[in-house]
């Protein structure tokens, strides 16, 4: 029997287990879909066709072809988070180093379903999600800015909040053009590092010389016509 007051929750029974296969399989055959012949060109029927269950039951689970978008970011989410959990060192971990492994595994999982992040994150963006609601990815880099923030490696006036979205809108940017290159040409890995580069270390030169151009020398850089 169920001990609520030990904390003991009883496990799903048969009909509910019965449920959650059918609302999986539902989803799994959409993204197979989804992959083969596009978002846009996938309907309602066909899903249910290929869940082997009748139209009316795809309502059951969802209340519309849209709502496979935002499970489908609820997944990766949880898939993320999974993934830095298991890789998590010991003790203390550098910002720098906390963010590459954040950027590796983001990597990893739009590689690994290459046809389907690529029809996803098409359809998410035409259905205005970026807009509508927070990518799955921020709250994690808000968590690495507030715990560099806190460990004194990063400047203690950012704000985390702010500096997650830049962070956000810039891999979506890397995402998105390699979503637009069909996933070739471009390698996902190595465009995240470069970024993780430029962000943390900025595009000025450092030394002796950065923030010192002699007026002669900016004149030469600037386009003809400005003073």
């Known amino acids: 029997m169920e001990n609520i007051s030990c904390g003991l929750v ?18 799994s055959s959409a993204l197979t879909l989804f992959a083969e012949q596009g978002y846009d060109h996938t309907s309602i029927d066909e899903i249910a066709e290929l869940a082997d269950v009748a139209r009316g039951t795809f ?9 496979l978008i ?16 298991a890789s998590t060192p010991p003790g203390y971990e550098r910002t720098e180093e906390r963010l590459r492994r954040c950027m590796t595994a983001l990597a990893d999982i739009n590689e690994e379903e290459r046809e389907t992040a690529i029809a ?50 810039a891999y979506l940017g890397v995402l998105y053009r390699w979503a637009q290159a069909g996933g070739t040409g471009v390698c996902l890995h190595a465009e995240l590092e470069s970024l993780l580069q430029i962000l943390l270390h ?5 030394g002796r010389h950065s923030g010192t151009y002699p007026h002669d020398a900016y004149r030469t850089h600037v386009p003809h016509g400005l003073p």
Do not use: I
């Open 10 to 27: 009883r496990p799903p029974g048969r009909r509910e287990r019965n449920k959650q296969k059918v609302r999986q399989r539902l989803y």
């Open 202 to 206: 900025g595009v000025l030169r450092t």
């Open 70 to 85: 935002g499970e489908w970011g609820q997944q990766r989410r949880a898939l993320l988070r999974e993934r830095l959990d």
């Open 59 to 67: 309502f059951n689970y969802f209340h519309r072809k849209e709502d």
């Open 120 to 169: 996803m994150l098409m359809a998410w963006a035409k259905a205005g999600r970026p807009v509508l609601e927070e990518p799955y990815a921020c709250e994690v880099f808000s968590e690495v800015v507030e715990a560099g923030v806190a460990y004194g490696e990063l400047d203690a006036a950012l704000s985390p909040p702010q500096v997650s979205n830049v962070v956000r809108d």
